[in-house]
């Protein structure tokens, strides 16, 4: 089973960053071809009316994505405090795997 890595993001201009992170980290370019990846990253882009709750809801039931081993938060305009909510949110809907960062 490969580890789920997600990052939030809202800002267009830097949507790719956590995936550009990831890749590099990992050195993505060996992993080609059929086999399976140990690290798998899922690049969030929330809608300006789309809540992380919400997200979180349809990953869950409609992608069987409940959990993440790594989740990079959005640093937005509320700084501290929404990397707060978000990771309260996070923990609302059980998408933190034991030992999660």
Known sequence: ASHEVGSVER???LSASGARLVSHALGDE???????RPVMHL????G???TLDEALETLRDGYDL??????LLDNGADGRLGQQHQLMALMRAGALRPGAL
């Open 11 to 13: 800002n267009a201009d």
């Open 30 to 36: 060996a992993w080609q071809g059929d086999e399976e």
């Open 43 to 46: 690049p969030l882009m929330l």
């Open 48 to 50: 300006d009316e789309t």
């Open 66 to 71: 409940p959990a993440f081993d790594l989740v």
